[in-house]
Every structure is written in structure tokens, then in C-alpha cells.
């Protein structure tokens, strides 16, 4: 009877050096994987804004579309015409070009209040509805009348 | 007697299992911790934004298109490729390239180029191979509209992978 018991003591011990040694095997397992490359060890910055696109905006603004610099043409009218939206798919649209989707069309240039920022509206690009998540660059330039003009790349609703 | 024997093996087993308890949990850290991070795409992208606020700032060029060639841009935008102290590397575990490109016609106007460009072939073909960026910005140099695109380049395999 004595002994009986001695033995259940026993398997029970050792039931249980099975089970740590088992948790640490995997354990190990698991972070030797992750270590050789399992998950992603490259090292990503988002900003939120690329500088690129900053540096072209300011290109843009200084340019011209008809002989009318384009800063002041939209500052006055506050809306993008055909030449201004044409000239803005070949700046930007490469820029924007797969680091959200794969579709070219992942932007809009607009106006908006300076504070509602989520709707941004022009003739050229239409109604563009900011999206907070994959977003890969979104900025500010303010105008008179308390609006703005607004870059943003990333998903969008239509 | 009985007892106290068994209290004795009982200590050992306890023993053993902390120090293979602490020894598993090194062995983790280690081999987790112990791979190098992957930064070079970072490190050719930050080349490339230090390229760009060289080369143009507020919309406009920086410089004469003229004035930038292979020979100067290092001292013009005080760039040093030969930075790492390991594996005896000098200035050939980095490349870059910034293309002026004429926005009406995208004729080529000049091309500076610095580094070792032998790797270039070799860029984004999997882990083990060189990282490279390219980008463009609009810039206006004398009411001229230009396209300046600039590619980067890191080897840096060993130190990275």
C-alpha cells in the first residue's frame, strides 16, 4: 500500500518535469524561429508624411497651368480645374503608387473648413473622405476664409 | 531517515529544474535578441530625404543644374559613405543616384551618381541582398519644371541579416 502510493508520487513528479520541459521546449522553439527570421525584423518608420510629397507640393504650388501660377489660381477660386488636376496625377500619382494599394488613383488634392478635415472636396478629384486608417500621407496648407487645402494619399471613400 | 532522504532529492530535483528553468529562458533571449535588426531600408530612405533637403528646398533647386555633378555633391550636400568602423568596409556599402529629369519632354538632363554600383543589380532580390529606395519629387530650377529622382542603396548584408 505504502509503496503503491511512493509510485503515484513518483508519475506524478514526473508527469509534471514532462510538461516543463515540454513548455520550455516550445517556448525556445518559438523564439528561435522568430530570432532566424520568423517574424519581420526590418525596422519600418511612418511618419505619416513623406517628405517627397511635401517637397512636390511646394513644386506644385510654384508651377503653372495656363500661364496662371497654381498657388494663386486655386488660392482665388478655391478649386482645382482640369490642367491643375492633370498636372497633380503625373506629380503625385507615381508617389502615391503602391504604398497603400496598387491603385493609381489612391489621393486627392481638395478644400476643406481648416477643421473638418475628413471631407475634402474639388471639381477635378471630387468628394475624397480622408480614411484614419492606411494612410500614407495627409497634410495641411491653410487659406484665407478660414479653409484649407488638403494632400491626403491613402484609402478614400468616394 | 526515510524522510529525510527523500527531502534531499526532492531539493536536487528542484534545483535541476530552476537551472534548466534559467537556462532555457537565456537561451530565448539570446537567440531572440541576438539576430540584428534589418535597418537599411530606413538608413536608404533617410539617405534619400537627406538627398532631397540637399538638393531643393521650398519648391525650388538648391543649386544651378549645372553647378551639381559626381564630383561634388559629397561636399555640396557634406555626405560621407565611408562611415562604418566593422568588417573592414570603406565607401562601397553605399550607392545613390539623383537623375534630373525635364518634366515636359522626360529628356534626361544630368545624372550625379556616388558609391559603389556594382551591388545596384543585386537591390530588393530577398534579405540577403542590397536594399534600395527610389523617389521622386517636382522641383522648379530657374522656371524650368524638373523631376529629380533619386535612388538609394545599402548593402550592409553582413551587419544587417
Not at chain 2, 527531502?7 to 537556462?23: D, H, K, N, P, T
Not at chain 2, 568602423?85 to 565607401?91: K, M
Request: aromatic letters at 14%; charged letters at 20%; proline letters at 1%.
Amino acid at each position: 500500500m505504502y509503496k503503491k502510493a511512493q509510485v503515484s508520487t513518483g508519475v506524478s513528479w514526473f508527469t509534471a518535469t514532462i510538461i516543463i520541459i515540454f513548455i520550455l521546449a516550445i517556448s525556445i522553439y518559438i523564439s528561435s524561429w522568430s530570432g532566424l527570421g520568423g517574424f519581420d525584423r526590418e525596422v519600418k518608420i511612418d511618419s505619416g508624411k513623406e517628405l517627397f510629397v511635401t517637397k512636390s507640393v511646394s513644386g506644385y504650388f510654384l508651377s503653372s497651368c495656363e500661364n496662371v501660377q497654381i498657388y494663386n489660381s486655386i488660392e482665388s477660386k478655391l478649386d482645382i480645374n482640369n490642367c491643375e488636376g492633370n498636372k497633380a496625377n503625373d506629380i503625385f500619382g507615381s508617389l502615391f503608387l503602391g504604398k497603400v494599394s496598387e491603385d493609381k488613383n489612391n489621393f486627392c488634392l481638395g478644400f476643406a473648413e481648416e477643421n473638418s478635415f475628413n471631407f475634402i472636396k474639388s471639381s477635378y478629384f471630387g468628394n475624397c473622405r480622408a480614411s484614419l486608417g492606411g494612410r500614407f500621407h495627409f497634410d495641411k496648407y491653410g487659406l484665407d476664409n478660414d479653409k484649407a487645402f488638403y494632400i491626403y494619399g491613402g484609402l478614400k471613400n468616394e | 531517515m526515510n524522510k529525510r532522504a527523500n527531502e534531499q532529492v526532492m531539493s536536487l530535483y528542484w534545483f535541476v529544474i530552476l537551472f534548466i528553468v534559467a537556462g532555457a529562458i537565456v537561451f530565448m533571449v539570446v537567440s531572440f535578441y541576438g539576430k540584428p535588426f534589418d535597418v537599411r531600408s530606413v538608413e536608404a530612405n533617410l539617405l534619400a530625404d537627406h538627398i532631397a533637403n540637399c538638393v531643393a528646398s521650398g519648391g525650388e533647386m538648391n543649386f544651378e543644374l549645372s553647378e551639381i555633378n559626381s564630383e561634388n555633391i559629397l561636399e555640396l550636400c557634406e555626405i560621407n559613405l565611408n562611415v562604418e568602423e566593422i568588417y573592414n568596409w570603406e565607401d562601397d556599402q553605399i550607392y545613390f543616384k539623383i537623375g534630373f529629369i525635364d518634366y515636359e519632354n522626360n529628356n534626361i538632363i544630368s545624372e550625379v551618381e556616388q558609391g559603389n554600383s556594382n551591388f545596384v543589380e543585386f537591390c530588393n532580390l530577398g534579405k540577403t541582398n542590397p536594399v534600395c529606395a527610389e523617389k521622386t519629387f517636382f522641383v522648379l530650377s530657374d522656371e524650368k519644371e524638373v523631376l529629380v529622382k533619386v535612388f538609394t542603396g545599402i548593402r550592409k548584408t553582413e551587419k544587417n541579416v
